[in-house]
């Protein structure tokens, strides 16, 4: 691959996609017809306009996605530029040609392909031929033989799986027959302290919903009691396990297992040793509290909710309640409000809350999501006057540099964003979320830090967010999310080491 096609990649990554159309056009690659790298990035540039496009827009990029895409296989007779121009010439509404793409790429693949393909792709490869041709029992047992070459391959099912619904939303045929196919479902969990750590039947019931629901991914915190039940339930099913929680593993250890019994402590223990991931979302105090409780349950919610929306799955929440658990019913109410599906097994509360587990918000402490508004250089006298008359009611701090916003809520945080990205053109955007407090009028702490942190590393005309944003933007309702996908990650900040629970994630906010 050319290297100058690698920034234009990135930027598309990244979710600047208007960014990275102005680099190809200002490199004059519009104009290359003979490189098949080139044609396919063309292709693809111009299928990301057609997603963000409706009506005959949307099926005009498609046209023309189609037109480079087959250009580039025509060069090299490559799969994966002729199977997208089939596909998208289809969604073009030109099935004659897609079908004519079809069966080259048959033919490419009997041949003996030689393609760096693995073998779940080159045999997905030819079952979305086969749709296209119309083949439907053929593409069924095609697709069954390429999920069994790599069957926890998730990622590359899903996307599969979408393309194929396209395919057959397109030819009005039904879509059912996918769902046996479909990766398995990821599960919020949480429940309150006070469960009988002897209770096997909970657990044996904990272990027929996690079956019955196909979860192989749990997202949650690991207090003592109904948490830890979850999670060892998940991990003897062979889920993935990722921890949330609202302090480092000592603290929390200590406010919210240890008061418990040295049995629930033991468990702790042994579960955290095989949690694929722990991830701390945490506070002001670095012990947790009723706000980190809630912020990190809400980031544990978003986490699933992508993992759902990544691999085309869905994200279901199970409770376990008892007569009272304020915080729980907190989660249930959270989760169904943004029209998801729960479930709950109810379980009696032993003895009570110690005292050490009794928590308190710190005084003047809220959940925030901060903005950091960049114009690009040698714009700022010009631009920041619109910005700042657009989004008064945030009340903006400009710093000479960058403007910085707070919100209650990462929504707000994005309609802000969305007013101001045609006011920016191709300056930046940062956005972080987490937990501050005001001192003498300006908003301290974490979010404010990630944020004026980020912004240096987002490339013009794009918007980046940090982990919790995009996770707690994600908690939302599914069809008032924004997309966010990952894109890297900060490096450790002050005292922090890269071995830490803090997480670095950076992901895209495409507006």
């Known amino acids: 691959m050319p290297p100058s096609l690698l920034p234009i990649i990135a930027h598309a990554r990244a979710g600047a996609l208007d960014h990275a159309l ?32 409706s009506g005959e827009a949307r099926r005009a990029f498609y046209a023309r996605s189609a037109e480079a895409y087959g250009a580039a296989g025509a060069m090299n007779w490559a799969t994966y530029p002729l199977i997208n121009a089939a596909s998208l010439s ?7 040609r897609a079908a004519a793409l079809a069966e080259k790429v048959l033919a490419r693949l009997d041949q003996g392909d030689a393609e760096p393909d693995t073998p779940y792709w080159r045999e997905a490869t030819r079952a979305e031929a086969e749709l296209l041709l119309g083949r439907t029992h053929e593409a ?43 990766p398995p479902r ?34 949650g915190a690991l207090a003592a009691g109904a948490d830890i039940v979850i999670a060892e339930a998940l991990l003897a099913r062979g ?29 702790f223990d042994a579960v955290l040793r095989e949690a694929d991931t722990v991830a701390v979302i945490g506070g002001l105090t670095g012990r947790p509290d009723p706000l980190s409780l809630k912020l990190a349950a809400r980031a544990a919610m978003g986490r699933a909710a992508m993992q759902a929306r990544l691999l085309a799955s869905e994200a279901v929440q199970l409770t376990i309640p008892d007569t009272d658990a304020a915080f729980t019913s907190w989660a249930r109410e959270t989760w169904t409000a943004a029209g998801r599906r729960g479930l709950s097994l109810p379980a009696p509360r032993v003895g009570s809350v110690p005292a050490a587990a009794r928590l308190e918000t710190p ?60 006011l920016l053109g191709a300056g930046r955007i940062a956005g972080a979320a987490g937990i501050g407090r005001e001192v003498s009028g300006l908003l301290m702490g974490r979010p404010t830090e990630i944020a004026a942190r980020l912004l240096a590393s987002v490339p013009p005309g794009a918007a ?42 950076v992901y895209s906010l495409n507006l």
């Open 22 to 53: 102005r680099l190809f056009q200002d490199a004059g690659l519009d104009a290359v017809t003979d490189d098949a790298a080139v044609l396919s990035l063309k292709g693809r540039l111009l299928k990301d306009q057609g997603r963000r496009a």
């Open 90 to 96: 289809l969604l073009a509404g030109e099935p004659a």
């Open 140 to 182: 069924w047992l095609t697709l069954q033989g390429a999920v069994a070459l790599a069957p926890r391959a998730w990622e590359d099912h899903a996307s599969t799986l979408r393309q194929f619904a396209l395919i057959l939303e397109a030819q009005g045929e039904p879509a059912d027959w996918l769902e046996p196919f479909r």
């Open 186 to 219: 990821a599960l919020h969990f949480a429940g309150h302290l006070g469960v009988d750590p002897d209770d096997a039947g909970l657990a044996t019931r904990v272990a027929e919903v996690l079956e019955a629901e196909n979860i192989g991914f749990g997202f």
């Open 239 to 267: 889920a993935e396990l990722h921890l949330v929680l609202p302090a480092g593993r000592t603290a929390f250890r200590a406010a919210s297992v240890e008061g418990l019994g040295d049995a629930w402590a033991d468990r």
């Open 363 to 422: 005084q003047g402490a809220r959940i925030v999501a901060v903005l950091a508004l960049a114009p690009l250089d040698g714009e700022a006298e010009t631009v920041a006057p619109a910005l700042l008359a657009a989004l008064a009611p945030a009340a903006p701090v400009w710093t000479g540099q960058a403007l910085l916003l707070s919100f209650e809520t990462c929504e707000q945080a994005v309609a802000a964003a969305r007013l101001a990205s045609p």
């Open 464 to 505: 980046l967010v940090d982990a919790v944003f995009a996770s707690l933007l994600a908690a939302g309702p599914d069809g008032e999310a924004v997309p966010c996908e990952p894109v890297g990650e900060l490096p450790p900040m002050g005292a922090e080491q890269p071995g830490d629970d803090i997480d670095r994630g």
